[in-house]
Each structure stands twice: as C-alpha cells, then as structure tokens.
C-alpha cells in the first residue's frame, strides 16, 4: 500500500466524511507553538511514534500531520507497515491553518 496524501484545502472535508484520529507528529515545542484542535502529539523525532504504535487500533483511520509533511509521510508508511490500511497524510500545519482547519494555541 501506498500512503495517501490529502491536500489541506480537502482535508477537512475527508476527515468530516470519515471520522478518525488526528495525530500531530512535531516536536512538543512545535506542538506548543500551535496545533490542529483534537489534535494528539505524539514527537516522531523522539521515537515516540515507533513506541505508540503497538497501542494504536489497526480498525480505526488516523490523519498524520507535521511542518511541512515529510515526518507524517513517514509516520504514516510506519502505520501502512504495521498493517494499518487507513492511513492519511494531511500535510503541514501551517497550510491547515490556512485553510481553515481549527486551530488551537
């Protein structure tokens, strides 16, 4: 499988069609700075991520996101390996906040 990337500017609207977990994988100083609301921070540069995925639901869809994409990119092809099949990258967070995703600081 493939990862599937959505565009900021679609991913509301994925993610209002099929509900699922929102997973925030920068830093926690990152995450401070601001972060998508409903949001859980889980520090991919850490190892943090590679830790929780035991404890995550292969039933469930998760949307990843970062700064810029490429560490949810990644995030998401550890998920896609582990037998997760739905499994989204939604980008950087600057771009959901521009396109209207709520924002929390």
């Not at 949001?39 to 292969?58: H, R, Y």
Request: hydrophobic share 40%; with cysteine; net charge negative.
């Amino acid at each position: 499988m493939q990862v599937i990337n959505i565009p900021a500017h679609e991913a509301a609207a994925q993610m209002q069609a099929e509900q699922g977990e929102l997973l925030d994988v920068r830093t926690p100083a990152e995450y401070e700075a601001g972060h998508l609301q409903g949001s859980q921070n889980i520090d991919f540069l850490a190892g943090d991520f590679l830790a929780a995925v035991p404890t995550f639901s292969p039933d469930k869809t998760y949307y990843l996101y970062c700064r810029s994409g490429a560490r949810s990119g990644k995030a998401a092809e550890i998920l896609l390996a582990n037998g997760f099949t739905k499994v989204y990258n939604i980008g950087g967070f600057e771009g959901l906040a521009l396109a209207g995703l709520p924002v929390e600081y």
